[in-house]
Structure formats: C-alpha cells, structure tokens
C-alpha cells in the first residue's frame, strides 16, 4: 500500500488550498479513505472521510462548512477541499486507509496558514 499526499504550502488567512493523495497497492473503491492532520505539539486528529462509492462523507467540527472532501476512483485519488483557512488549520496532512485491519499512512503534507 502507497499513500502519496500533494498539495501543501503556505497561504494566508482566509485562502485555499487543494490536497490530493494518490493511492497504491489495494483495491481503492472498494475502502473508505480518510484525512488527518497533526499540529506541532498535539496528536494526530481526524479531519474528514468518504466511503468507497464516494458518499458519507464526515468531518471533525472544526472543519465543516470549510472543507470538502471528495475522490475519484478512475485515477485512485482522494482530495481534500480547504476553505477559508484560518492560523489554526497549520499541520502536516496525511491520507489513510484502513486495510486488511491495519491503518496505513502517506508522508504527510505540510499545511501552514500565516500571514
């Protein structure tokens, strides 16, 4: 399984940004896939999901209304929509699967949201 995540950078408060994670090694539409994020100093923290079809999708409270999450399942990808973006959305980003009962994990991308 491959994870590979794209998309960060720097932006001000207020812009947007477009995180992509091209998936390998694993029947993508057939799972649910998910982003998380780490701050420095915390723990990692659910940010939103979509099921296999590419329906359901869910997000943490802090997020709703800003992000989207969305795939396409002819290219293995799942992205991530940012909205809005405001100083406390800084973290790394990091696509995940949860396969043959074990979590599996990109890189990781760097967000950073400053002006």
């Known amino acids: 399984v491959q994870l590979v995540e794209s998309g960060g950078g720097l932006v001000q408060p207020g812009g947007s940004l477009r995180l992509s994670c091209a998936a390998s090694g694993f029947t993508f539409n057939w799972y649910t896939m998910r982003w998380y994020r780490q701050a420095p100093g915390k723990e990692r923290e659910f940010v939103a999901s979509?099921?296999?079809?590419?329906?359901?999708?869910n997000y943490v409270d802090s997020v709703k209304g800003r992000f989207t999450i969305s795939r396409d399942n002819a290219k293995n990808t799942v992205y991530l929509q940012m909205n809005s973006l405001k100083p406390e959305d800084t973290a790394v980003y990091y696509c995940n699967v949860l396969w043959t009962a074990r979590n599996y994990w990109g890189q990781g991308t760097q967000v950073t949201v400053s002006s």
């Open positions: 979509i099921n296999s079809a590419g329906g359901s999708p």
